[in-house]
């Protein structure tokens, strides 16, 4: 039995400057403000500058994170990055953030591709690898330039999608009962065709005609990938609920992935939660995939809304179809 436990130690996140309005959209696809908001609840997202890379964004999202948590760069053994839009295939995403934000050579980096669920799958393995004991102090970022690989004339999609960044410093203490309780993950595989980017990869790699026809970009079965979010959020919140005996009247705050507000919404309604114990940020953000829960954990913290000793929990769906939970006691 461990005698320590896994605590986050401090949090960061950055939005790129760029503010795309609804109404900015609505003259380059034939969609309109009432639509988005009624949809999806999101008012506007922020874009991603040409030059401005996945590992940027990461890389200020974790210097925030650095500095409140009063730690060093040479502190972190381990860096793990969430993305599925890193800056190249390969090398991963890690490796530039590692070289930008001058972490030891003796940091373990790698990317992680669960999507959506991206930072809840990260936080669970960096959490599994601090337990070992192998690792000391890991940094755990979730960041996407969705941007470039939207298809920006397909108003079913580009709508709903926003860059940004979040990290999260994770290390241990030696007390029980704090920190991460337990996580929840898994997917759905036979949903790969729902959300998608077709081309780009070994069995499709980019051609001419691929790009043409915008084959690198993402596709999605939006009602589908709806209907089994609400069914596989619920189902992974009331699992880890039940895995660590707390009842849903005692977590003080869900941090839900930010895709729709009705999605919320649904969420709320099934777990018999109000509104006001979710954070929602989809409205400023827009869906920001594995940054979508680092950054509303940041916000949460920073204004406030998290309080030692509080429960937390934190929900996410996405491609793959992957689902994941985790519940923290701060
Ligand atoms: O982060 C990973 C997880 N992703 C998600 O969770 C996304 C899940 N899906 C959704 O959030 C919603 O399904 C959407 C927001 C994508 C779509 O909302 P919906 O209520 O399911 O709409 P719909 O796809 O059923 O489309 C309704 C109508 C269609 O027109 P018809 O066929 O009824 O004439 C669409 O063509 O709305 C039309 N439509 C639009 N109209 C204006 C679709 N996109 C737009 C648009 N502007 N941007």
Redesign the pocket.
Known sequence: MSTCSTVILGTGSYAPERVLGNAE?ARM????DE??RS??GISERRLAATDENASDMGVIAAQRALAEAGLQPADIDLLIVATCTPDMPMPACACFIQHKLGLNTRTACFDLNA??SGFVYALDTACAMLTSGRYQKALVIGVEKLSSVIDWQD???????GDGAGAAIVGKVDEVGRGLLGTRLGAFGEGTDL?YISHGGSRSPTTAESIAARDHCIR?K?????KL?VRAMDEAARDILEQCHIRPDQISLVIP????L??IEAISEYLELPMDRFVVNVDRYG?T?AA?IPIALDEARRSGRIKTGDVTLLV????G?TYGSALIRW
């Open positions: 959209l696809v034939e969609t309109s639509w988005i949809r999806t999507a959506c108003r079913t999609t580009c709508v709903l999608f959300l999605m939006g009602k589908e990938v709806f979010a992935h930010q895709a729709n009705r999605i869906n995939s979508s996410a769906f996405g491609a179809l």
